[in-house]
């Protein structure tokens, strides 16, 4: 069974880092694009960022480009978003995401 396993989320100030992780245990990984999303509370769930499955081409929404890196080691089957300059905006659940396959999310939230 496919599972998607996000972690890393937590309480962070504005301007703060944090990296999260998405574990992909019975997957294989290192066939398949895979994407972040974010819900931020009370709004619709929105796309942030892609890898191709051989990590050479990214591709991210403009509110994070400059901010945010997303990178897998297809080695460990895990996937990672690298967050900086965090945002009280950037306070969302965030999912990982590959074909019809999602992770249940980690909350991120940025205030001081």
């Known amino acids: 069974q496919v599972q998607l396993v996000e972690s890393g989320g937590g309480l962070v100030q504005p301007g703060g880092s944090l990296r999260l992780s998405c574990a992909t245990p019975?997957?294989?990984?290192?066939?398949?694009?895979m994407r972040w999303y974010r819900q931020p509370p009370g709004m619709e769930r929105e796309w942030i960022a892609s890898?191709?499955?051989?990590?050479?081409?990214?591709n991210y929404h403009p509110t994070i480009v400059g901010r945010f890196t997303i990178s897998r080691d297809n080695a460990k089957n895990t996937l990672y978003l690298e967050m900086t300059s965090l945002k009280p905006e950037d306070t969302a659940v965030y999912s990982c995401?590959?074909?019809?396959?999602w992770g249940k999310g980690t909350l991120v939230t940025v205030s001081s």
């Open positions: 995401n590959t074909q019809t396959y």
């Open positions: 019975g997957f294989d990984f290192r066939s398949s694009g």
């Open positions: 890898i191709t499955d051989d990590g050479e081409f990214t």
